[in-house]
């Protein structure tokens, strides 16, 4: 049986850089394979672990795709965070979280198109923890979207989703020598801006 999320909360102190190693390959076999097509003996043979070993750190797999989504999620909200702190106008705002949103997600990949990749039910038990850090972490787009002077008629709900969908598929559209993330938000938000302003 999965183990819960206090269960796994008091395995954190004994936790070292094995586990760090561990979320790395998860990642990345999450992202490049599937979940399900994802063995704990393919996770524990990327870091040269023996298969047994890997239940020092996480009881189940759907435990430890729960901790690769905690430490994608973390890493991208950070980095969203700060891009706002220091502005208050709406639309940039806006622009500065959508840069730093396509930034993180092509910064840490593997764990990005884990995220994106993953379906709460595959967690299992954990399905409710994953739900509640997308929750979590789309709420930061909520809040900013919500700030945007838009006329009434503009549902915000589907404006997100675009936005979202956008900048989710970066990892099939985008490629390296192209326009910077910062030019690409700058974009976005401009054809966004332009029609949908009050």
């Known amino acids: 049986m999965p183990a819960s999320s206090s269960q796994a909360a008091l395995r954190a102190p004994r936790q070292d850089n094995r586990r760090a190693q561990l979320l790395d390959a998860a990642a990345h076999l999450f992202s490049e394979r599937g979940f399900h097509a994802t063995s704990m003996r393919d996770i524990a043979k990327a870091v040269g672990m023996l298969s047994g070993s890997i239940y020092y750190h996480f009881e189940s797999k759907e435990e430890m795709l729960l901790a690769v989504y905690e430490e994608g999620k973390r890493r991208i909200a950070d980095e969203v965070d700060a891009a706002?702190?220091?502005?208050?106008?709406?639309?940039?705002?806006?622009?500065?979280?959508?840069?730093?949103h396509l930034r993180a997600l092509l910064s840490?990949?593997?764990?990005?198109?884990?995220?994106?990749?993953?379906?709460?039910?595959?967690?299992?038990?954990?399905?409710?923890?994953?739900?509640e850090l997308r929750q979590d972490y789309e709420m930061r787009f909520r809040r900013l979207i919500e700030d945007l002077p838009l006329p009434p008629e503009i549902d915000r709900h589907y404006l997100r989703l675009l936005l979202f969908g956008a900048l989710n598929w970066s990892q099939v559209w985008y490629h390296s020598g192209g326009d910077s993330p910062e030019i690409v938000a700058r974009h976005f938000v401009s054809i966004l801006r332009r029609p949908l302003q009050a």
């Open 108 to 131: 840490h990949r593997d764990y990005s198109q884990a995220m994106i990749r993953a379906r709460p039910q595959e967690a299992g038990a954990f399905a409710g923890r994953i739900r």
């Open 84 to 100: 706002v702190a220091n502005t208050t106008e709406p639309w940039t705002r806006l622009e500065a979280a959508c840069a730093a």
